[in-house]
């Protein structure tokens, strides 16, 4: 496994605007369709906001009407890790980077095949690293 990143909490705010900062550090959500990867429909790579690693592909990106981007799989399953979130009266399962705990979202069982399962993720949680293919 690859080392963890740990950085102070001016470290964060320093590297991250305020909604990232808040998103990824403080577990907050952006309002649905506002976040700037909600309806992007490049092929890349969508990696954390906060250390780089690379989160999710867009092979694996679909519109689940939510408007937050959603993917049915991780880019492999190291990438993220994820806990239970007793947050706002309901309990939901929370994905974190697994390189530094950034918040990126909640994964839901109600996703489409092969896996069944909806990672629905924060646009300010994430940084869109288009590949060449539509160049």
Request: glycine share 6%; hydrophobic share 25%.
């Amino acid at each position: 496994m690859t080392e963890k990143v740990v950085k102070t909490e001016e470290e964060w705010r320093a590297q991250l605007s305020a909604e990232e900062y808040h998103v990824t550090r403080e577990h907050g959500t952006e309002r649905a369709f506002t976040g700037r990867y909600h309806n992007e429909k490049r092929q890349g790579r969508y990696d954390c906001i906060c250390c780089g690693q690379p989160l999710f592909a867009s092979e694996t990106k679909y519109d689940s009407g939510t408007g937050w981007p959603s993917y049915w799989a991780p880019i492999h399953d190291e990438a993220v890790a994820t806990k239970t979130d007793r947050s706002w009266f309901m309990v939901r399962t929370e994905v974190l980077c697994s390189k530094c705990d950034a918040h990126l979202g909640h994964v839901f069982p109600d996703g489409p095949a092969p896996t069944g399962q909806r990672f629905c993720m924060n646009s300010a949680s994430l940084k869109f690293e288009p590949s060449d293919k539509d160049e």
